[in-house]
């Protein structure tokens, strides 16, 4: 460990301080004599396709059950969220991601999900601000039978134990398709997407839970449990649209031979892929060609 004396970290601290200043002064926002300046306005121009795009991911409604128990006792913190939603709306905001949970703090079941924390913002304060509303799904949403279902479980081979033996899912899979499904049954098309699992290729769940054993969600059980997930989503919400989770750029710690691009590649030749295609589903109305 390297130490500095006070009077040392007050000068690294000036100079630091005042190579940034240099560097903004002189580089970032010097321009050059040629340079068209209205051009250079101009493409930064929105159109209103492109500000309908523009989302931001929003502090969850679970985390806001019962912070106000004066005013809300055991409900939303509706004072706290709808300011946020105005805060938001102010800025463009027209997407918003939030997550969801299986619960275990005693206001329902173990592992089942608290409606009441998410109803209010979905159902009337998304629409009242005219945001769309992404859903994350992860893999905190993942209990079965009162108990959290381990990540490293993600992994697990195909178990031949579903209603179809041949559809490769194993036990965690198959709760998280299910979780998906009562999700969508519930908002119908008060939730406009749906994210699968956030960077499966390097998780950093499944790597706290494998003690720092693996962090890539095998390309083939994601490629499986989106598969079986698209179908679950789209047979109780037609309109919904459904996403791969957000890539990590690099490699995973375990596999220092393998990208991003080597991922995605992966998923779109899966034999699960080439499975919901050769089922006729690219042919539904509302279906993707790959899930």
């Known amino acids: 460990m390297i130490t500095f004396s006070s009077a040392r970290t007050g000068r690294v601290i000036r100079i630091c301080l005042a190579v940034v200043i240099a560097a903004m002064t002189f580089g970032a926002f010097s321009f050059r004599s040629d340079r068209n300046t209205t051009a250079f306005a101009a493409d930064r121009v929105r ?7 523009f989302g931001m991911v929003i502090r969850d409604p679970f985390y806001e059950f019962n912070t106000d128990p004066v005013n809300y006792p055991m409900a939303p913190n509706k004072g706290a969220l709808e300011q946020q ?47 769309k509303v992404l859903a994350l799904l992860n893999v905190g949403l993942v209990s079965y039978k009162g108990a959290t279902v381990r990540t490293v479980a993600f992994n697990d081979p195909p178990d031949q134990a579903g209603m179809d033996p041949t559809d490769g899912t194993n036990h965690f899979i198959r709760v998280f398709r299910d979780r998906a499904a009562s999700v969508a049954a519930h908002y119908g098309t008060a939730i406009s997407a749906y994210e699968i699992i956030n960077e499966p290729n390097i998780s950093w769940d499944l790597w706290q839970d494998s003690k720092w054993g693996e962090a890539e969600i095998k390309s083939e059980r994601y490629a499986c449990l989106i598969s079986t997930t698209y179908e679950s989503i789209k047979t109780e919400e037609p309109q919904a649209q459904i996403l791969t989770g957000g890539m990590v750029i690099g490699s995973p710690p375990e596999g220092q031979n393998r990208n991003q691009f080597d991922y995605l590649y992966e998923l779109y030749t899966s034999s699960w892929v080439a499975r919901y295609q050769a089922a006729g589903n690219a042919s539904k109305p509302g279906w993707n060609s790959v899930p």
């Open 85 to 131: 939603a105005k805060e938001l709306a102010g800025a463009g905001v027209r997407w918003i991601r939030m997550e969801f949970f299986a619960d275990y703090d005693g206001t329902v079941a173990p592992g089942e999900i608290n409606w009441t924390k998410y109803d209010w913002f979905i159902k009337e304060i998304a629409p009242k601000y005219g945001f």
């Open 47 to 53: 159109t209103p396709q492109d500000s309908d795009l």
